[in-house]
């Protein structure tokens, strides 16, 4: 892939993008079949969710201090701390003159949520039910907003950050921010208010949309020393 400048912001060029596009079409038909799994009602899709959320709702009755600690540990998932840690990175990027980029992180970082909003409303899947209550939120249940948020968060800051790491820190920064991910949606099950396809979904929709719109803004990293 090669580049242009624009001003104080290096641009790729569009040649190169055929991973992330290809990327974001797994994400999509990943959305999409779990989405058509759930409209139609298939039998082992529903099941499978079913069988999962039980196994690992950690209950009713759990100590206080397990209570918080998952509530910490599903926070990053959180509008507010996506717009929290975007502020002064968004500053820098406009200190940079790096319009572009900066454009496409408010629309990636804000967007997700209303966009998942709509996708809940479209499927309108309620939350987990359990023989003991459970947590009996009155919001809809997929795709999971902290799964998409989390995903979309770890992503906007690797493409960030990927031109200034090496070869190690890329895959140490990459483990970690997965392993955060994955966290973060295993946390919505353990407290009970998501299925695990909401959670897979959620996931492919942040990736995903993270992704595309990185494509669209031309802010996909080139090579190691320049920044998006």
């Known amino acids: 892939m090669s580049v242009h400048q624009v001003g104080n912001e290096a641009v790729p060029r569009s040649r190169g993008v055929g991973l992330p596009l290809a990327v974001v079409v797994v994400c999509a038909a990943v959305l999409g ?15 499978l969710d079913t069988d999962v959320s ?14 918080l600690l998952l509530e910490v540990l599903t926070a ?3 509008s507010l701390v996506r717009y929290v840690l975007a502020v002064p990175v968004l500053v820098w990027l406009i200190r940079r003159r790096a319009w572009r980029t900066a454009l496409w992180l408010v629309t990636a970082a804000v967007l997700i949520r209303p966009l998942t909003s709509e996708l809940k409303e479209f499927f309108g899947r309620v939350r987990p039910a359990f023989p ?9 249940s997929f795709p999971s907003g902290h799964s ?22 890329r895959r140490l920064w990459t483990s970690l921010g997965v392993l955060l991910v994955v966290l ?9 208010v998501h299925y695990l396809s909401d959670v897979v979904a959620g996931w492919a929709l942040g990736l995903g949309w993270t992704l595309l719109t990185a494509v669209a803004f031309g802010v996909l990293p080139v090579r190691r020393g320049r920044h998006p």
């Open 148 to 169: 998409s948020g989390i995903a979309t968060l770890v992503t906007v800051g690797l493409v960030l950050a990927w031109p200034s790491l090496d070869r190690a820190g």
């Open 54 to 67: 039980r196994a690992l709702y950690a209950g009713d009755d759990r100590p206080r201090a397990l209570d």
């Open 76 to 78: 990053p998932g959180l």
């Open 33 to 47: 079949l779990l989405g058509l799994g759930l409209r139609d009602g298939w039998n082992p899709q529903l099941e």
């Open 132 to 140: 003991d209550g459970g947590a009996q939120y009155d919001s809809l």
């Open 184 to 192: 973060v949606g295993l946390t919505r099950m353990w407290l009970g």
